[in-house]
Structures are given as structure tokens and as C-alpha cells.
């Protein structure tokens, strides 16, 4: 029987090595690596990873103890029911901007939600300047009714105050 | 004509990476392969084109087809381009791409927005196009198969955002 994906989660303060050092210890025992995504978030690098072969939770969890304390990372494993070659291709881009404030996401997603848009990647971030923030909000998501619900949602978000742009994506196969 | 699609050869087999060789002979095996080209990429998963080494045949010709594409695009119709060449360029837009030889994964990969083409029809007679968008788009992948190319080896960040298409 194939062995489950663990999805392991580090979390810690963003130095050089993180990366590198986890991986080796995990291909060290011989472990799969699935799908991960990384990035820095505030000044925290974060990892979310795909793993399996490496044993149970509580053994991968014992194999990262050293690095996890070098590093001074949190470190998070659960056994997770995935499985690979299941990507999807997002068909819609909505792009936000505005003037920090507290909702946007809640708001924005809410809206998209209701015109039918599944998201599948959603990436945010605060710029400007620590007493005039800006956020500005990236998603790639499926619509189940098509482009044109997007639009008028996107209308109305522009009524509150946000800049909003849809660009509907095509995939180019050949 | 047989029934069987032709096998698509799936990455990394070397072939992929490989320079193709211009064809030379404009003779009836030469329309029956294009036709069965055409037919194979009609099994696949909405192709919109299909370039002849992905089946093994290491020569210069591909097939373009934005009439398949999801949504209507300006098109100059189902084509077969023989010893296609790039002329001119113009500008540039960032889309999403895949391909029947990298099956289950699509990336950014930035292409110029129109272009002019030079190739030769299943007859051998010169015909050129101006494209633009999504029709270009095709075309530059499937000319990058003839010179050995994948859009992996094309792949932007999954954040770049110049104007989507």
C-alpha cells in the first residue's frame, strides 16, 4: 500500500539554509517530497511541504528536531489524504489594490465566492509605508458561470473603494 | 489512413530537445502525416496544436489551431506550417501554457504579442501570416518544439503579470 503524504509545515524567522538544510535531512531517510510552496511572509520564511516515506508524524517530527531547534523553527506535521496529479488550470486573474484597511480579503473573497469563482492560488501583501499601508492581492481561481459574474462582482467591489482587475486566462496547450 | 494516434513522446525523452531537420520533400506521405498528426492531437486534451517531433518525427513541421481555442480568438484558421520562421516580433504578454508532451502542469511563459511568419504549405507553396495573441502564442510554441524547446525551458515567475493573454 502507498505510503500517505504528511504535509509539513516550518515556520521561524527567515535566515539562509532553511531550505536546504530540511530537505537534506529528509532525503537523508530517503523521503518523497510532493508539491511545496515557500515564501517569506513579514520578516518568517514559511514552508509548507508534500512528504512521504519518511515515516509517521511523530518520527518525521523526530528526524527535524536538531534543525528545528538550530534554526528555531515551529514545526507542524499532519498525515493528509492528497495525492499528486490532481493540478488545475485557473481560467480567471483578479488583481486588488487599495489603501489598507481591515475586510478587504474577507470582502473580496466573499464576492468571488458568490459570482463563482473557486480560488486555487492567492497571494497578498502589504506595501507603501507603515503609516500609509497598501495592500495589493493576487488570485488565480476557476469560475464555475464564466467570466461575466466576475465582472459585475468586481463592479461592485469597486463602489467600496478597491481597484480591481480581472483578466481571464486561456491555456495554451499544443 | 490508420485510426491510431500516433504516440506522443512525453518529456524528458531527448528527442524533445532536439533540433529538427527542414523538410525537403512535398509528396502525398507527407500530407497523410499531417493529417495524422492532426487527428492525434484531436485525441489529446483540447490541443490547439501539435508540432511533428512530439511524435517522434524529427522534422519541420507543426500544426496550429486557435479555432479550438475555449474562447473565440483572431485566427487564420486550422494550418500546417512547413519550415516555419519567425520574421519580425512586436511586444510582449505573459499566458499560460502547457503541452501534450508534459502532461499535469501548465507555467507563465512570456511571448511576443504579434509576429510574422514565413512557412511553406503541405504543398510546398510560401504563404506568411501576421498573428497576433493567442494565435501567436501557438505558433511560437510549436516553432520552439521544431528547434528543441519546451515552454519549461521558457517558464517565468508564477507572479509575473504583464498583461495576461
Given at each position: 500500500m502507498?505510503?500517505p503524504?504528511?504535509l ?14 530540511v ?5 537523508g531517510?530517503?523521503?518523497e517530497l ?9 520578516n ?11 515515516g509517521t508524524?511523530?518520527?518525521v517530527?523526530?528526524?527535524l ?27 480567471v ?5 487599495s ?5 478587504i480579503v ?5 464576492a468571488l465566492l ?6 486555487l492560488?492567492?497571494r497578498?501583501?502589504?506595501?507603501g ?5 497598501i495592500y ?27 481597484t ?8 495554451m496547450?499544443? | ?9 512525453t518529456y524528458?525523452?531527448?528527442r ?5 531537420e527542414?523538410?525537403?520533400?512535398f ?5 497523410e502525416?499531417?493529417?495524422?498528426l ?19 518525427r ?15 480568438v ?17 511586444g ?11 502532461p499535469?502542469?501548465?507555467g ?5 504579442e ?13 504563404v ?17 518544439h ?18 495576461e493573454r
Amino acid at each position: 500500500m502507498t505510503k500517505p503524504w504528511l504535509l509539513l509545515t516550518l515556520v521561524g524567522a527567515d535566515r539562509p539554509g532553511i531550505v536546504a538544510q530540511v530537505t537534506r535531512v529528509l532525503f537523508g531517510v530517503g523521503a518523497e517530497l510532493g508539491e511545496t510552496a515557500m515564501m517569506r511572509l513579514g520578516n518568517q520564511f514559511a514552508i509548507m511541504m508534500m512528504v512521504r516515506g519518511a515515516g509517521t508524524t511523530d518520527e518525521v517530527a523526530g528526524l527535524l528536531e536538531s534543525t528545528r531547534a538550530d534554526f528555531g523553527l515551529k514545526l507542524h506535521v499532519d498525515e493528509i489524504d492528497a495525492a499528486l496529479h490532481q493540478h488545475r488550470e485557473p481560467d480567471v486573474s483578479v488583481i486588488v489594490h487599495s489603501a489598507d484597511r481591515s475586510g478587504i480579503v474577507a470582502d473580496v473573497t466573499a464576492a468571488l465566492l458568490e459570482a463563482g469563482m473557486n480560488i486555487l492560488d492567492l497571494r497578498s501583501d502589504v506595501g507603501g509605508s507603515a503609516d500609509k499601508p497598501i495592500y495589493i492581492m493576487q488570485i488565480d481561481g476557476e469560475t464555475t458561470d464564466g467570466i461575466e459574474p466576475i465582472e459585475q462582482c468586481v463592479a461592485q467591489l469597486a463602489d467600496q473603494g478597491l481597484t480591481v482587475r480581472v483578466t481571464p486566462l486561456q491555456t495554451m496547450r499544443g | 489512413m490508420s485510426v491510431e494516434p500516433l504516440p506522443i513522446l512525453t518529456y524528458p525523452d531527448e528527442r524533445l530537445k532536439t533540433e529538427c531537420e527542414p523538410v525537403e520533400q512535398f509528396d502525398p506521405e507527407l500530407r497523410e502525416f499531417a493529417e495524422h498528426l492532426q487527428y492525434t492531437a484531436d485525441q489529446g486534451p483540447s490541443a490547439v496544436g501539435i508540432a511533428a517531433p512530439q511524435v517522434g518525427r524529427m522534422q519541420r513541421l507543426c500544426l496550429v489551431d486557435a479555432t479550438r481555442a475555449k474562447r473565440p480568438v483572431d485566427n487564420h484558421g486550422p494550418l500546417v506550417l512547413i519550415n516555419p520562421a519567425i520574421t519580425n516580433w512586436k511586444g510582449f504578454a505573459v499566458g499560460r501554457e502547457g503541452c501534450l508532451s508534459i502532461p499535469d502542469y501548465t507555467g507563465k511563459v512570456i511571448r511576443a504579442e504579434t509576429i510574422e511568419l514565413t512557412a511553406q504549405d503541405v504543398e510546398g507553396r510560401t504563404v506568411t501570416f501576421k498573428m497576433k495573441g493567442f494565435e501567436a502564442r501557438i505558433a511560437q510554441h510549436e516553432i520552439d518544439h521544431l528547434d528543441g524547446i519546451l515552454f519549461l525551458d521558457r517558464l517565468v515567475s508564477r507572479h509575473a503579470d504583464l498583461r495576461e493573454r
